[in-house]
Nanobody, 113 residues
């Protein structure tokens, strides 16, 4: 039932910030853990961050201290706040519902001067 739509990507300078949003539909958002993945040019898709139904979070080492995942169940939205962005963060970022193997279509983040 869940459909995912990512937004918030764009071009940002190194050291800048962006906040990505993933809006869900289906009315069961609060029942599922959520995740953000990314896929850089020429590389495999990697897990960036997860947030559980109980709001516990985890991050890949390369983004710890810079990124923060959060969720607003009332808005059926999961966010990824990205600070101190680096060129190596350039990727298409995808929202995911692991339990359902459900993916959004992605939003492109380009970090470049």
């Amino acid at each position: 039932q869940v459909q995912l739509v990512e937004s918030g990507g764009g071009l940002v300078q190194p050291g800048g910030s962006l906040r990505l949003s993933c809006a869900a539909s289906g009315g069961v958002f609060g029942w599922y853990d959520m995740a953000w993945y990314r896929q850089a040019p020429g590389k495999q898709r990697e897990l960036v961050a997860t947030i559980s139904t109980g709001d516990s979070t985890s991050y890949t080492d390369s983004v710890k201290g810079r990124f923060a995942i959060s969720r607003d169940n009332a808005k059926e939205t999961v966010y990824l706040q990205m600070n101190s962005l680096k060129p190596e963060d350039t990727a298409v970022y995808y929202c995911n519902v692991p339990h359902l193997s459900k993916w959004g279509k992605g939003t492109l983040v380009t970090v470049s001067s």
